[in-house]
């Protein structure tokens, strides 16, 4: 009698673990249950590890769902960064960005330098780090951002557009500075940066220098009103040296170095 009230309410286990969206103990009970026995783990430490496997998947899936909403272009993490490889790039200062303190403060990035030196790389890595830390991130390329902007303006949508990319926590705008905008542009991307002005974080990264982002937005009032309100609360990092890519075809000869000699190169 009493085994099969037992048996009763261990069938009764799995519906009530999925009802609670106890998902990871409920699909993992058996092993879970055999490492605790093997463990001679008491109830209460039991319950942990069981809460601990739940809790490990929820913030897999959160994390999961953060990178799919932000919608990087390409996988990039700070592990994978070669700091040999972009001396001019401070481990320490990126390891303190890596916190994601700057997020929470709602501070700017600006992430300068010329082409292939890895700032999408970092503007990437460090977009995970705040999704891995609980802040929403959306990442868009510049030119994507000014054409969806101007499309609004002109459809009389412009109050959505604002909302959607003034919403996330972390905005990351990658390669300002391309393609110059055009003066309305400038002004919409202006509108956009005031309103996030200390209420979310942005990213950006620039192959310009801050002295040439008056050519970039093809007007200097409205430059320094958007440089005034990005660099108040700012990490401006600025990369110098070769490009990664050029680096890598140079090591393999496939690229010449000036006067050395490709065979002797490594
Ligand atoms: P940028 O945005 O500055 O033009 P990217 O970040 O796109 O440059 O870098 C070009 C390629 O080289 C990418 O695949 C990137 O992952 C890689 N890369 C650049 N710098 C590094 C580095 N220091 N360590 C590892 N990979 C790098
Ligand atoms: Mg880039």
């Not at 990039?76 to 790039?89: H, I, K, M, N």
């Not at 499309?151 to 959505?160: C, K, P, Q, S």
């Not at 007007?219 to 680096?247: C, E, K, M, N």
Request: aromatic share 6%.
């Amino acid at each position: 009698m009493a085994a099969s009230k037992k048996t009763e309410e261990l069938d009764a286990l799995e519906p009530m673990l999925t009802r609670l969206k106890l998902t990871a103990i409920r699909d993992q009970l058996d092993t879970l249950l055999d490492q605790a026995g093997r463990a001679e783990l008491n109830l209460r430490e039991a319950l942990s590890m069981l809460c601990a496997a739940e809790v490990a998947r929820k913030d897999e899936r959160r994390i999961q769902m953060g990178m799919s909403i932000a919608k990087f272009p390409c996988v990039r993490t700070l592990e994978g960064f070669e700091y040999d490889a972009q001396p001019s790039v401070d481990p320490k200062q990126i390891r303190e960005l890596a916190t994601s303190r700057w997020v929470a403060n709602g501070d700017s990035v600006l992430l300068l330098g010329p082409p292939g030196v890895g700032k999408t790389h970092l503007a990437v890595a460090l977009g995970r780090e705040a999704i891995v830390r609980g802040y929403s991130t959306l990442f868009v390329p510049a030119t994507s951002l000014v054409t969806q902007l101007v499309r609004a303006h002109v459809e009389g949508r412009l109050e959505e557009k604002l909302v959607h990319f003034a919403k996330p926590k972390l905005l990351v705008v990658d390669e300002l500075g391309y393609l110059p905008f055009e003066a309305n542009a400038a002004h919409l991307f202006f509108q956009l940066v005031s309103r996030r002005y200390e209420r979310g974080s942005m990213l950006v990264t620039s192959n310009r220098s801050v002295a040439e982002w008056g050519g970039v937005f093809g007007d200097a009032v409205v430059a320094t009103a958007i440089l005034d309100r990005l660099l108040h609360h700012s990490h401006v990092i600025t990369i110098r040296g070769d490009s990664y890519r050029l680096r890598t075809k140079r090591r393999s000869g496939l690229v010449n170095q000036a006067g050395a000699n490709p065979e002797t190169t490594n």
